[in-house]
């Protein structure tokens, strides 16, 4: 079974914060993504990584930034927290074998104070 | 560009009647289409997937979906629903513009009556 484990799954940070949401993968899938979550705007991707040290923004990549150090984790930067970042972020993971089934983390909902 | 209109940001359905969910795609090639699922405090699984063979898709826990390209179309549907099928639905089309990206619809969220 497919495991994507995200470190928080609730969060309060201060403006101006730095935030770092970690993700896990346990099944050495190449790609994985970062989306955020809200109301009646369904899933939007912020950042995606094909590669170790690789990335690609998606499309809302403005006040985000990424890292994947390692196959098996992508975290994402919030550098400045903002009230807008209020939302709930997911991770997901596949494999390029079979890159359209997204396995997805819990999702970690962020709030912004 | 592709993109994926879902019709309904709520349906209401009593339990044992039929679940439609509706989706429309927009695409200028052949398309793979998704139909993912949300269930409270979850992250999305896939549901079923449309990736150009049977035009009649079948997924997990009674679901189907319908390709039919006259109408740019993708409906799900499950002839009875269940207390349990109460979630999240999103629908989504595979991205030309790169290899593992999907674009997914604003999502419908189904409530299931007793």
């Known amino acids: 079974d497919v495991k994507v484990t995200q470190s928080s799954r609730y969060l309060v ?8 949401l970690e993700c896990v993968q346990d099944m050495d899938h190449e790609n994985m993504f970062w989306y955020r979550q809200d109301p009646g705007l369904g899933l939007r991707l912020i950042y995606f990584s094909y590669d ?3 990335k690609e923004k998606g499309d809302i990549p ?22 807008n970042q209020t939302s709930m972020y997911l ?22 104070t | 560009a592709q993109s994926v209109t879902q019709l309904g940001s709520h349906v209401s359905v009593s339990e044992g009647a039929l679940v439609l969910l509706r989706c429309n795609y927009s695409s200028s090639v052949p398309p793979y289409l998704f139909w993912y699922v949300q269930y409270p405090n979850q992250g999305l699984q896939l549901l079923l997937k449309y990736t150009s063979a049977a035009t009649l898709v079948k997924g997990i826990n009674g679901f189907e979906a319908e390709f ?22 999103f629908c989504a089309v595979r991205a030309y513009s790169s290899a593992s990206k999907i674009i997914f619809g604003s999502g419908t969220r189904l ?3 007793p």
């Open chain 1, 13 to 20: 940070k201060r403006t101006g914060e730095k935030v770092f």
């Open chain 1, 91 to 112: 991770c997901a993971s596949t494999t390029t074998r079979d890159r359209y089934e997204q396995y997805f983390g819990p999702g970690t909902r962020l709030t912004v």
């Open chain 2, 68 to 89: 039919k390209k006259s109408e740019t179309s993708f409906h799900l549907t499950k002839p009875s629903a269940h207390m349990s099928d109460a979630a999240e639905y």
């Open chain 1, 52 to 54: 170790v040290k690789m």
């Open chain 1, 62 to 83: 403005e006040g985000y930034s990424v890292s994947r150090e390692k196959k098996e984790r992508f975290s994402l930067i919030l550098e400045s927290a903002s009230t």
């Open chain 2, 111 to 113: 409530s299931i009556r």
